[in-house]
């Protein structure tokens, strides 16, 4: 049954592999759903109307895989892909479940560590190339600590910095054409990670060796679980021009890592996310990394992988009403940004300018009418 | 009675005006100590040993004194500050009291108001330079929303750039030799503020027009409140060459501001804080951004400012011990950092190296132990 | 223009006084409205729709007033509410502003304050009597430390309770039929407050002399300020025939103490507030403690209130719609609760029995789909 | 090496046998230490100078074992604690882990469920009682929801009432003599657990049909996690008779469970609480609800377990010199508290005595000296 919220490839609608094929496992309980075979989870992404899929290099191919049993996976693979219409726009490497990482990844104290996880990276890099992806994510779920006395911050920094320069030129020498999202979160499955928020990101990049390559990938519920606003997060990365890929689903603020559907928590954080995606004319994926509650078989996996495509297009929709509702257009008074350029006339201008405080203070804004009437745009009541 | 935390002129601890001056007013409650006069306020500063004051226009001038009355104010404080011994190494504007910022100063939609933060700024320097500061702090309060319907975020931070590039032209137009420290919060008195993280003016400068005179002022609570991990936020400032200044208080994590005296609220984080700071060798002020509890008088004024001044110096008295000692240094594993130089070879021998993952995720840590002697360094039983 | 949305008396919607003459000021700036007689107040909620006031004994008589004064403002106010068909319903007492209480009321070390704290109480006791509440809450904002180390958090329970049994004795022995609602929040004007939860209250509750006077009156904001889900809080209280009053506004967790208009951070908590008290049957009144953006002014504080309500109608009417969904009720499984009572044949029965785990892990639960299915009617799609 | 700080068995340090054995598990990785016997963590524990070893009926026998193999593995776990002098103060049951009870155990929609999870509790109840605890924890980790929509709350609380009221029973039938410890969670592993906090308990038991059999078991991370303020927690329980055991361990606030070394996020708030339960002269077990580290191997774990128990006699130390520090009992100005008793006189002359407020906000507090004195104790500079 087809209506105006089902999702079209032109969409740009993806999942992680892992999302689908969570078995919800948790803390403190074991998994409640069978092992979901990669190649099934993209029939089922196709059934449910998704574009994409993306991966880490051990949700399709187990670490101790031989190079043969690589091969076939990924073939098979590939041809699910390519039988279902399914697209691989991003690839990522799992550098936080295995044992060896338990320090850190890039940032680990033991070289060795270090080494190996590059050169994990790297094969993950391969692969995600193999599948056609362009966009690569490092989250380094892994790089942090639990006491502060294992290493000065400052030097985690520099061997991240390091390790993403090398992967830069990898993927220049292979002619990959990579483009890195960095992936930023507060803490869990570390007490702290570094690199907290989006904007840590956005503030190493211009620090590398090849900052054009590399942009970031902003979660949804990362920002949340510190309690910032997430529009706010991806506005400054869209507008510094490096907004390359998007993790939406949803969060509590201040609890652990929820990964609900998106809009889930709060549709109207939601809303803003989307009515900013769409009003800048964002184009790459959107992209869900989240996964069904752990009540749920696979047939609840598939209502919730329906559920995050249509709850973006409702808002979608009235993003758009937003846009054209006179009554609130009439209340927006944003007028762009004029800038206002530095010279001796300028300086003397504006020092010999008086001001009226109460004046400034008197102009109606209005912001509660306007608030009330978005409010009233997502309760769909106008 | 003077002892080895008895503040010195060297440890650069200084307070702002408004810190000690604080009338313990609150959302739900009126003021509870009288007015203390800058005069009297640069007195008890030096009384307890403090070696800077620091201050925000309003703070000293009101926002209507006339010209004259304006100089007659400043003549006073800078004999008080001359008489006192007591330097005035930063200043600050008020862009948040005055109800013509209720909807933002730089990035207010009212381009009036925009143009009367600027000049408003260009004052506050003025009055800066006169009192021979040379590091300007800009803490935009207003500079946010209770709804995000009223502007798009990306536009706001389009007006925050133009206005900096814009001051940073007036310092150097006027030879003042600023250097400017941007300091973030996360919400509060807005419902959320744009560049709510230390990080996010981290991202921003290097798309300024002046980036080299541009830093951060970190705040403690204000990181706290976000639940982040201050020493990671200034690692990455130090690490970047923009830890122009440091506001130092306590806080704790997820709550309103309560700029707590230094140590007050976790002892512990502001250890690894002071630790870090002494250990890079921060040359700059170290700024207390807070203020004495409701319930004192300006006797507990006092207490709270010598307070904050003998914590840091416990702690970092503290962090030299941990330096020296001998069973947490044999602990302590981090060797640096040594970058992987990428070339072909180094390519080849790193995808051809076999890497034993169990070997990896064996080799003794010891992280608990190493933590807990940390505990106990802190603590003072070792 | 009315519409199903316009409040009516029946839906029993009262605002403090105290929130729509809130002028603005906050711990950063200044006010930004100017005084609105409380007489103009009972006018401004008569037209938006209210049906009652509630008030702070100092929002209608100030501290210094001569009983002369007292009686004439009193006396005013009752004629303007008798005027504009506004009810007085709920009374309570500020013992949080003057600086007498800075160490709390009737937890604070000085007898002498905990004595006039209970004076003033009684004070407003009759002036709320005299205008014909029968509600008296109270708020304990400076019952709290900044440092435990102040007195034990043991005896300051102690002395909130006698200090309650004693307001209890003085409602009966004036005959003025109050039932008490105790209200709760965890931080924010003292760095933590005792009694931290709505739940705290329902502990303490049975502990007093006179425990079936006493109820409780939780707030969204406090709750959702420590992250906690409000309608479960309200749900115990309810279940436990305690939930005597409500204060309904909105707020982001882990955050200052924002006072939102209701449902204008969430609305899909929100609409599980309303849709628990519409579905239990709650009568009491719907009282807003809020008030309207710093950004506003008295046409704000007007649209501020008049979202309150039909907000609240809106998600009401939501409520009733998800009641009669046939789809959505299709998948509600809940069947109530059918006490297991305890004898030695039902144990014998019980551990007797073979549970199939298999077979109870897999019953189909469908939340995800339920979840998304009431999304959907929250948004107004279904 | 033997100091003042050495545990010994009348200090009552327990550790939970899934403490010991935590194996490194968390939702990004996989274990990272072997299975330990608990045979063998019984030796650890004594080993440490552990006194008591609780446990959950699973941490032992396996939820799949046949009688003949749950009495061997029961006997060689009594023999290895009899072998090695600890006891086995406590018990709890798992109702967690297992696909059977992800909507809940006893708050379920099943009524199958519900029936099992009482079925399988009594069995841990008969196994406590066989190995001697007289505490009976019930910790509902999966009694919650993702969404409300699942069921009504007050449901739900009936349901779990029902749930105690029977145990309470079996316990009094078979002559067990426990006493039930409630354990409260606000979060994780459900999105909102119902009970969120100790408080709820303390509300909910005065409706139980044993209430004198049951307590609360109050957990440090627990209440932290919601940013509330442990110590005044267990104030609660204990003025309320009811604080039957304790879970000590750390956490920093508005985050994912860390469940870390006691004292090692936040060493202030553990000296209040050591301070608390030494004060009043609490005589339970001091149980540790903690895991080492991901990072650590067995060595690491007996370190956080040293860890644990000799930070709590550190700061037991610590207190027993706050209560001697003459500066600081002179600026203790509690003075316990004094019942105001109700009586038409009393009430009279309340109502007629001249307060002058301005008196009661002027004396003197010195809560900041006090508290950064008790600063100075806990960092053992005094």
Same mark, same amino acid.
């Given at each position: 049954?087809?209506?105006?919220? @089902?999702?079209?490839?032109?969409?740009?609608?993806?999942?992680?592999?892992?999302?689908?094929?969570?078995?919800?496992?948790?803390?403190?309980?074991?998994?409640?759903?069978?092992?979901?075979?990669?190649?099934?989870?993209?029939?089922?992404?196709?059934?449910?109307?998704?574009?994409?899929?993306?991966?880490?290099?051990?949700?399709?191919?187990?670490?101790?895989?031989?190079?043969?049993?690589?091969?076939?996976?990924?073939?098979?693979?590939?041809?699910?892909?390519?039988?279902? $219409?399914?697209?691989?726009?991003?690839?990522?490497?799992?550098?936080?479940?295995?044992?060896?990482?338990?320090?850190?990844?890039?940032?680990?104290?033991?070289?060795?560590?270090?080494?190996?996880?590059?050169?994990?990276?790297?094969?993950?890099?391969?692969? $995600?190339?193999?599948?056609?992806?362009?966009?690569?994510?490092?989250?380094?779920?892994?790089?942090?600590?639990? @006491?502060?006395?294992?290493?000065?911050?400052?030097?985690?920094?520099?061997?991240?910095?390091?390790?993403?320069?090398?992967?830069?030129?990898?993927?220049?020498?292979?002619?990959?054409?990579?483009?890195?999202?960095?992936?930023?979160?507060?803490?869990?499955?570390?007490?702290?990670?570094?690199? *907290?928020?989006?904007?840590?990101?956005?503030?190493?990049?211009?620090?590398?060796?090849?900052?054009?390559?590399?942009?970031?990938?902003?979660?949804?519920?990362?920002?949340?679980?510190?309690?910032?606003?997430?529009?706010?997060?991806?506005?400054? *990365?869209?507008?510094?021009?490096?907004?390359?890929?998007?993790?939406?689903?949803?969060?509590?603020?201040?609890?652990?890592?929820?990964?609900?559907?998106? $809009?889930?928590?709060?549709?109207?954080?939601?809303?803003?996310?989307?009515?900013?995606?769409?009003?800048?004319?964002?184009?790459?994926?959107?992209?869900?990394?989240?996964?069904?509650?752990?009540?749920?078989?696979?047939?609840?996996?598939?209502?919730?992988?329906?559920?995050?495509?249509?709850?973006?297009?409702?808002?979608?929709?009235?993003?758009?009403?937003?846009?054209?509702?006179?009554?609130?257009?009439?209340?927006?008074?944003?007028?762009?940004?004029?800038?206002?350029?530095?010279?001796?006339?300028?300086?003397?201008?504006?020092?010999?300018?008086?001001?009226?405080?109460?004046? =400034?203070?008197?102009?109606?804004?209005?912001?509660?009418?306007?608030?009330? =009437? @978005?409010?009233?745009?997502?309760?769909?009541?106008?």
């Amino acid at each position: 049954m087809s209506d105006q919220y @089902t999702p079209r490839p032109q969409d740009k609608f993806s999942f992680g592999l892992w999302t689908v094929c969570n078995r919800g496992r948790d803390p403190f309980g074991d998994v409640v759903r069978p092992r979901l075979d990669p190649v099934d989870a993209v029939k089922m992404l196709a059934e449910v109307g998704a574009w994409g899929v993306n991966l880490h290099d051990n949700d399709l191919v187990p670490i101790d895989a031989t190079p043969s049993e690589r091969d076939k996976i990924v073939r098979d693979f590939q041809q699910a892909c390519d039988a279902n $219409g399914i697209v691989v726009p991003m690839a990522t490497v799992n550098l936080f479940y295995d044992a060896a990482f338990r320090d850190g990844a890039f940032t680990a104290n033991d070289p060795d560590v270090r080494a190996y996880a590059l050169q994990k990276t790297m094969r993950a890099m391969d692969l $995600g190339a193999e599948l056609g992806a362009r966009i690569f994510v490092l989250w380094g779920g892994r790089e942090g600590t639990e @006491t502060d006395a294992c290493r000065r911050a400052d030097i985690a920094i520099k061997r991240l910095r390091d390790a993403i320069d090398f992967l830069c030129e990898y993927s220049i020498d292979r002619k990959y054409g990579f483009r890195f999202a960095l992936e930023a979160k507060p803490n869990e499955p570390r007490g702290d990670i570094y690199m *907290a928020t989006t904007a840590a990101y956005l503030g190493l990049i211009p620090t590398l060796a090849h900052p054009v390559m590399v942009g970031v990938n902003p979660e949804v519920a990362h920002e949340h679980m510190a309690g910032l606003n997430f529009t706010h997060a991806i506005a400054q *990365a869209w507008e510094a021009g490096k907004l390359f890929h998007i993790d939406l689903n949803d969060q509590v603020p201040g609890r652990y890592d929820q990964d609900f559907r998106f $809009g889930a928590a709060n549709p109207r954080a939601a809303f803003f996310i989307v009515k900013f995606l769409e009003d800048v004319g964002y184009d790459g994926s959107r992209h869900f990394d989240a996964h069904a509650y752990r009540t749920e078989d696979y047939c609840g996996v598939e209502d919730f992988a329906r559920g995050c495509m249509r709850t973006y297009l409702i808002l979608k929709e009235r993003a758009a009403r937003w846009n054209t509702d006179a009554e609130i257009q009439a209340l927006v008074q944003e007028a762009g940004h004029t800038k206002m350029q530095y010279s001796a006339p300028a300086r003397e201008a504006l020092l010999n300018r008086n001001f009226d405080r109460i004046a =400034l203070a008197s102009k109606e804004l209005a912001y509660e009418r306007l608030d009330q =009437l @978005t409010t009233e745009v997502i309760l769909g009541v106008r």
